[in-house]
C-alpha cells in the first residue's frame, strides 16, 4: 500500500518545506521504508528553465532531462533516490496538458473548469508513476493563501477523502518568530496559517514549527489545542547549527515517529550512523580551505545551491571546512590585475560555475588566466569549460579574437551552437529558432575518458554519465591548437564530436567539464570531481 504525504507551508515562504521533506523521505528509508518526492509548483511557467536564477535559484535537472525546481536536489541529497520528469510539475504545465487535451477533443465538447478538470490533472499527476513505493511524499510550493495554490489545495483536499486518513498524512510547516523587543515567542501565526488551511477544507496532522528558541511544552500543548492537534503532533523545527543535523533533530523531536503512528505502523528504530558521522565530521573538520566562486548570479545563492552543496561535500570528505566566497565575475572585468589579486590572492581554490550570455564573461576569463597562472586550482563547470577554452586560445594559441556564437558572430568561433549530435541510437537536432528550452542539450549524457588524465585518476573509469544544461558546444575542430597550448581535450561524447572534459598538465590541478557534476553530489556520496578539487586546494592551502 502506498501512503501519501502532503507538506505545506504557512506564514512566509523559505522556511525550509523542501528541506524538511528531503529529511524526512531520509528518516523514513531509514526504517527500511522505499519513497519517493515530487514537488507540485503553483507558478504559471511551464518549468524553471527560462527563469532568472536571481529569482527562483537553481535550475535542477534530473538524469531524463527535466528541468525542474531547486527541491529536487534537496530530495536526490538526502535520499539518493533518483528523481524524474514525474516528480515535478507546475500549473503552467498543468494548464497546458488541460488545453491539449481539450483541442484534441478528449474532453467530449465539456466546458473545461478548474474542478473537475484541473484539479483531476493534479490528482492524475500526484498519483502517476508509481510502482512499489511505501511513500510518496508531496510538497506543495508557495503558501497556504496565495491564490496560485488553491487548484493544488483543492486537488489535495478531495485526495484526501479518496485516500482516507490512513491513506494520507498532511504536514504543516510554520513559524514561531521570536519577538526579541518583548522577549516572547509568538504562537498566533501559527494559528492564523492553520486556520487558512482549514478554510481550504484541509486540517492538518502533524505541524512542523520553525523556530529560532526552544518551545517550552505549555505552549507546545497551546498550538495544539488551538490547531486541533494532539500536542505529541507539534514537532518543533529549531535552527540547526548545520542541515546536516537536520535528520538527526528531526528523528529526536520525534517527526518520523508520529508519522508512524498516524498510519498505524510499527515504530522501528532507525539507523542514524549515517548522518551522526556526516554531521560530525561536519563540525569537527581537520582544516579549512577558502574556494572562491566566480559567476554572474552571486547575488543569490541559491542560485548556485548544488554547487555549494557538492563542494560541503568535498569538503566532509577531505574533513576540511570550507569558506566559500562568491564573487561577481563582472568586478574582474578589468586589465587591472591588482583587483584579481586583491580578491584572490589567498584563496585556496577557484571555481567557474554555469551561466548564459555575455555579460561577466571576461571577467570569468581573467580569472582563470590568474588561476592559471599562479598554480590556484582550478575547476570549470559548464560555461567555465567554455571560458578556459577561450583563455588558453587567446592567451596561449595565438588567437585573440577566440570567441563563442553566443556572444554574437565576431572573432574565431571555438564554441558555437551544435546543431546535431548522437544521442544512444538517436540522433538529435536543434536550430537558433527552436523555443529556449528546445535548443539545451538536458539530461545524462555519456562520457568517454582518456586513459592516463587527471579526469581518468578522479573517475577511475574510462566511461561516465552526467547531466548537461547547455546550449553551446566547443568546437573539436580546435583541438590540436588547444593541445598546443597546453589545454587537453581528455573527455569526448561516445561520437567523438563534442568535448565534454579539458585539463593543463602543467598545472597543479586545473580541470573542466562541460556537466553539471554538482547534480549528482550527496553528502553521503561526495562527487570524485569535488572531493578531489577540495583535496587539491587543501594542499594549495598548505602550501601558500
Not at 507538506?7 to 528518516?27: C, H, N, P
Not at 508519522?259 to 528504530?269: E, N, Q
Not at 580569472?367 to 575547476?379: D, E, G, S, Y
Request: with cysteine.
Amino acid at each position: 500500500m502506498t501512503r501519501y504525504i502532503f507538506i505545506t507551508g504557512g506564514v512566509v515562504s523559505s522556511l525550509g518545506k523542501g528541506l524538511a521533506s528531503a529529511v524526512l523521505g531520509s528518516l523514513l528509508q531509514l526504517r527500511g521504508y522505499k519513497v519517493r518526492l515530487r514537488k507540485l509548483d503553483p507558478y504559471l511557467n511551464v518549468d524553471p528553465g527560462t527563469m532568472s536564477p536571481t529569482q527562483h535559484g537553481e535550475v535542477f535537472v534530473t538524469d531524463d532531462g527535466a528541468e525542474t525546481d531547486l527541491d529536487l536536489g534537496h530530495y536526490e541529497r538526502f535520499t539518493g533516490v533518483t528523481t524524474k520528469k514525474t516528480d515535478n510539475v507546475t500549473t503552467g504545465r498543468i494548464y497546458s496538458d488541460v488545453l491539449a487535451r481539450e483541442r484534441k477533443g478528449d474532453y467530449l465538447g465539456a466546458t473545461i473548469q478548474v474542478i473537475p478538470h484541473v484539479t483531476d490533472a493534479i490528482k492524475e499527476f500526484v498519483r502517476n508513476d508509481i510502482t512499489d513505493e511505501d511513500f510518496v511524499l508531496c510538497e506543495i510550493g508557495g503558501t497556504v493563501g496565495d491564490i496560485e495554490s488553491l487548484p493544488f489545495l483543492e486537488a489535495i483536499r478531495q485526495l484526501r477523502n479518496e485516500l482516507g486518513s490512513d491513506g494520507s498524512c498532511i504536514v504543516h510547516v510554520t513559524l514561531l518568530p521570536y519577538i526579541h523587543a518583548a522577549g516572547e515567542l509568538k504562537t498566533k501565526p501559527t494559528q492564523h496559517s492553520v486556520k487558512e488551511l482549514q478554510s481550504v477544507g484541509l486540517q492538518p496532522d502533524i505541524l512542523l514549527c520553525r523556530t529560532e528558541q526552544p518551545v517550552p511544552i505549555e505552549q507546545r500543548n497551546k498550538i495544539g489545542q488551538f490547531c486541533n492537534v494532539d500536542g505529541d503532533d507539534v514537532i518543533i523545527a529549531e535552527d540547526a547549527s548545520s542541515i546536516y543535523y537536520v535528520p538527526l533533530a528531526y528523528n529526536e523531536q520525534g517527526f518520523d515517529k508520529q508519522i508512524c503512528r498516524h498510519f498505524k505502523l510499527d515504530d522501528t528504530k532507525p539507523d542514524l550512523n549515517r548522518w551522526i558521522s556526516i554531521a560530525n565530521d561536519y563540525e569537527n573538520p581537520e582544516g579549512e580551505i577558502t574556494i572562491a566562486i566566480v559567476g554572474k548570479y552571486t547575488s543569490l545563492q541559491d542560485s548556485y545551491k548544488s554547487l555549494g552543496e557538492a563542494i560541503t561535500h568535498g569538503g566532509i570528505a577531505n574533513k576540511l571546512r570550507v569558506k566559500v566566497e562568491w564573487i561577481d565575475s563582472e568586478l574582474f572585468e578589468t586589465d587591472n590585475d591588482d583587483i584579481l589579486a586583491h580578491y584572490l590572492a589567498d584563496i585556496s581554490g577557484l571555481l567557474v560555475p554555469g551561466g548564459f550570455g555575455k555579460r561577466g564573461s571576461e571577467g570569468k576569463i581573467n580569472a582563470i588566466r590568474f588561476a592559471r597562472q599562479r598554480h590556484v586550482p582550478f575547476l570549470g563547470i559548464c560555461f567555465g569549460m567554455q571560458m578556459a577554452v577561450l583563455e588558453s586560445a587567446r592567451t596561449l594559441a595565438n588567437l585573440p579574437n577566440a570567441n563563442s556564437s553566443e556572444f554574437g558572430d565576431g572573432g574565431e568561433l571555438l564554441v558555437g551552437l551544435m546543431t546535431e549530435w548522437i544521442s544512444a541510437n538517436s540522433v538529435e537536432q536543434r536550430t537558433d529558432f527552436d523555443d529556449m528550452g528546445g535548443t539545451m542539450r538536458l539530461g545524462a549524457y555519456q562520457c568517454l575518458i582518456k586513459e592516463e588524465s587527471l579526469a581518468h585518476k578522479i573517475y577511475e573509469s574510462d566511461k561516465i554519465s552526467e547531466r548537461h544544461r547547455h546550449r553551446y558546444e566547443v568546437n573539436i575542430n580546435y583541438e590540436k591548437i588547444l593541445a598546443e597550448a597546453g589545454l587537453y581535450i581528455s573527455g569526448l561524447s561516445p561520437d567523438g564530436r563534442l568535448p565534454e572534459i579539458v585539463e593543463r598538465k602543467d598545472h597543479p590541478f586545473f580541470i573542466a567539464v562541460q556537466f553539471h557534476p554538482e547534480l549528482k553530489s550527496k553528502p553521503f556520496q561526495p562527487h570524485p570531481l569535488f572531493t578531489q578539487f577540495t583535496s587539491a586546494a587543501g594542499k594549495h592551502s598548505r602550501l601558500v
